[in-house]
């Protein structure tokens, strides 16, 4: 099995910035993507951004130019966030896709349980 841990949620006021870092350890196979989504309590998940494992970032447009992702290494990202908005207020989940065995021919995604980010006015 797989554990991803996020951290670095909380309270923030708008305008305020804040990083998000996820960990993902346990039986681990070629992890090709690491991601970030968010949700809001009556809608789906929304994409915000990814690092693959050849080093590809994407981030979503609706936050673009205020968040970036970056990775220690290919089972730990962070998610920089700054400019805050109350808009941004949403769980956060960190995705790890990966597979379920080192011959690296099934692929599995692993979420986190997610964490919470609170922005003010």
């Known amino acids: 099995q797989v554990q991803l841990v996020e951290s670095g949620g909380g309270l923030v006021q708008a305008g305020d910035s804040l990083r998000l870092s996820c960990v993902a350890s346990?039986?681990?196979?070629?992890?090709?993507?690491m991601s970030w989504f968010r949700q809001v309590p009556g809608n789906g998940r929304e994409f915000i951004a990814t690092?693959?494992?050849?080093?590809?970032y994407y981030v979503a447009d609706s936050v673009k130019g205020r968040f970036s992702i970056a990775k220690d290494n290919a089972a730990t990202v962070h998610l920089q966030m700054n400019s805050l908005k109350r808009e941004d207020t949403a769980v956060y989940y960190c995705?790890?896709?990966?597979?379920?065995?080192?011959?690296?021919?099934?692929?599995?995604?692993?979420w986190g349980q997610g964490i919470q980010v609170t922005v003010s006015s």
């Open positions: 995705k790890a896709a990966t597979q379920t065995n080192y011959l690296c021919d099934e692929a599995v995604d692993y």
């Open positions: 690092v693959t494992s050849s080093n590809t």
């Open positions: 346990g039986r681990i196979f070629c992890i090709s993507a």
